[in-house]
């Protein structure tokens, strides 16, 4: 299993209630797939039903290691990974 | 809408100085590795200083500029965002922001870097307010030095422009009615990928 910290911020931190979310996830699905964004996206939205409107909205991003990634069916998460969850941002 | 407490007046002159103030780091979010909020994170070579900071001092239009002036530049150009007094039709009566620290320092730091590119300017300095901001008050201050005024003007636009696309920062409006909404910028995430656009 994979240990997953979730950082949340803004509107995703008051829906939880929480400011992180600890998610534990298979490393390799029954398929043969492994651990991707988007699964942890998927499971996000399981684990915190009161997030997970938000976390349906394209618009609502997930940095890996506080950094964007460009497609989250295609970025591989390992244990240790920093994730957050990043609701529209509104600085300046 | 009070005065600013003197003593955060005080704390909030000399930015240079409150970097180095380390205890600024625990103030409110202990938890968060440095880079933290008060640090003042800087790249680039001489005089290409790159300096962004979140802080949770009042910001000094001044001190912030006066970090990006140097004999050889004849111009400076400064972006202020002040917080607004309405929304809407509603009254509102502060502003209160918070960030995803170690990324918003990368993602600002990163676009110092990025307008070098595009624009031949000099010192830049960054500084974004997090926690309350009272109406009137600054919540981000960019300062661009550059030899001639073209480059400072284009480049501090480019820069609040691309603060707003993709910095992690958040604001929640507060109303006369104790009423909040966060806030989200029009262009939030918009083009974060280029290439693929």
């Known amino acids: 299993m994979v240990v997953l910290q979730i950082l949340l911020f803004a509107r995703a931190r ?12 298979p490393a390799v699905t029954e398929l043969g797939e492994v651990l991707t964004l988007a699964t942890v996206r998927e499971a996000l939205k399981a684990a915190c039903p009161a997030i997970a409107s938000l976390l349906s909205s394209t618009s609502t991003l997930l940095a890996l290691n506080a ?13 240790g990974d920093e994730i957050a969850v990043i609701p529209p941002v509104s600085g300046g | 809408m009070e005065a600013v407490h003197a003593s955060s007046v005080q704390e909030g002159l000399e930015p240079v100085q409150a970097a180095a103030t380390v205890s600024a780091c625990s103030a409110e979010q202990p938890e968060q590795p440095a880079p933290c909020i008060g640090t003042l994170v800087t790249s680039g070579g001489r005089g290409q200083e790159n300096m962004c900071m ?33 929304f809407e039709g509603k009254e509102v009566v502060r502003l209160e922001y918070e960030a995803y620290v170690p990324m918003a320092l990368k993602e600002l730091d990163a676009l110092c870097q990025g307008v070098r590119e595009l624009h031949a300017v000099h010192r830049i300095a960054v500084f974004h307010r997090l926690g309350v901001v009272p109406v009137t ?26 603060l707003k696309v993709r910095v992690p920062i958040w604001k929640k409006e507060v109303y006369a009615d104790e009423a909040a909404a966060w806030k989200q910028n029009p262009e939030a995430g918009v083009g974060l990928f280029p290439s693929t656009k």
């Open chain 2, 137 to 162: 008050e600054a919540s981000v201050i960019i300062a661009v030095a550059s030899p001639h005024r073209r480059a400072a003007m284009d480049a501090c636009a480019w820069l609040i422009d691309g």
């Open chain 1, 14 to 25: 008051e829906l939880a209630g929480q400011p992180t979310i600890e998610l534990s996830l």
């Open chain 2, 54 to 86: 979140l802080t949770y001092e009042r910001l000094d239009s001044s001190a912030i500029v006066d970090m990006v002036v140097e004999p050889c530049c004849g111009a400076a150009s400064v972006f202020l965002g002040t917080t607004r007094n309405s």
């Open chain 1, 67 to 79: 950094s964007y990634v460009e497609s989250e069916s295609t970025t591989v998460v390992k244990e």
